[in-house]
């Protein structure tokens, strides 16, 4: 059974850098071909897509927030992580990790959520 479980302070300040990591188990972040996303939902929004890590390592992000995101991976823990720069208010969201094949965004798999506010 594959299991997604974000990670992560619930708590971030203003300017600062938001830290979340996605667990995953029942399944392997390089096996050929799954992609790995960071999903978020602000209060009473929709869902946005922030950017993904192929199996192979590679990265594509969001254009709005390609230059605040960076996501990463350590394999050797099967897990892999988003860092969101100078955060604001309007960065508090629900944060999700999901697994789809082939980066198509049918996501087969999700986490539970990960409620992060921003605030002083």
Not at 61 to 69: A, D, E, G, H, N
Not at 96 to 107: F, L, P
Request: neutral net charge.
């Amino acid at each position: 059974q594959v299991q997604l479980q974000e990670s992560g302070p619930g708590l971030v300040k203003p300017s600062q850098t938001l830290s979340l990591t996605c667990t995953v188990s029942g399944s392997s972040i390089t096996t050929n071909y799954y992609a790995w996303s960071w999903i978020r939902q602000p209060p009473g929004k929709g869902l946005e897509w922030m950017g993904v890590i192929l199996y192979d390592g590679t990265t594509w992000y969001s254009s709005s927030l390609k230059s605040r995101t960076s996501i990463s991976r350590d394999t050797s823990k099967n897990q892999f992580s988003l860092q969101l720069s100078s955060v604001s208010p309007e960065d508090t969201a629900v944060y999700y990790c999901a697994r789809d094949y082939m980066a198509v965004g049918a996501y087969e798999y999700w986490g539970q959520g990960a409620q992060v506010t921003v605030s002083s």
